[in-house]
């Protein structure tokens, strides 16, 4: 019972728990939508789409092949409500609050002349000027 209570409470399965319960409730969300707004959309424009009752019979095995279009009809309109609803507007957010640091500079500006050098440079390629090291005195 020992073993069983740890894998229970370990972090990732109910991690893993709680995603597919919100996952289950956000599909059937989706579903809602598509079902309710999307397919009387399309309808409206486009009139009714339904292509049940498409068949062909061979050596008396029906064939509904009409099924299988309207289940790619469906799916299309939930990855399509998926993309432009959740997918969109959540790449946006997280570009928008994900910011990267900046890189790590290679270049300096030169004490003397302001030119740009490598940063690892021990003397100004444009004035002679000595960087990075102290002068020795004159």
């Known amino acids: 019972m020992k073993g069983f209570r740890e894998f229970i409470l370990r972090g990732n399965v109910v991690?893993?728990?709680?995603?597919?319960?919100?996952?289950?409730?956000?599909?059937?969300?989706?579903?809602?939508?598509?079902?309710?707004?999307?397919?009387?959309?399309?309808?409206?424009?486009?009139?009714k789409?339904?292509?049940?009752s498409l068949s062909f019979t061979i050596n008396n095995s029906k064939f509904l092949y009409g099924d299988l279009i309207?289940?790619?009809?469906?799916?299309?309109?939930?990855?399509?409500?998926i993309y432009f609803f959740v997918v969109m507007p959540f790449t946006a957010l997280?570009?928008?609050f994900h910011k990267e640091?900046?890189?790590?500079?290679?270049?300096?500006?030169?004490?003397?002349c302001l030119s740009e050098i490598p940063i690892e440079a021990r003397r100004c390629?444009?004035?002679?000027?000595?960087?990075?090291?102290?002068?020795?005195?004159?």
Not at 102 to 112: F, V
Request: aromatic share 8%; glycine share 8%; net charge negative.
């Open 70 to 81: 309207d289940a790619v009809i469906s799916f299309l309109l939930v990855a399509t409500v």
């Open 125 to 138: 390629a444009f004035c002679g000027e000595l960087v990075g090291e102290t002068k020795a005195p004159a």
């Open 15 to 47: 991690d893993l728990a709680v995603g597919v319960v919100i996952g289950v409730a956000f599909g059937s969300v989706v579903t809602a939508f598509v079902k309710d707004l999307m397919t009387p959309l399309i309808a409206a424009l486009f009139g």
């Open 94 to 96: 997280v570009e928008r």
């Open 101 to 112: 640091p900046p890189p790590d500079p290679t270049t300096t500006k030169c004490p003397e």
């Open 49 to 52: 789409p339904d292509f049940a």
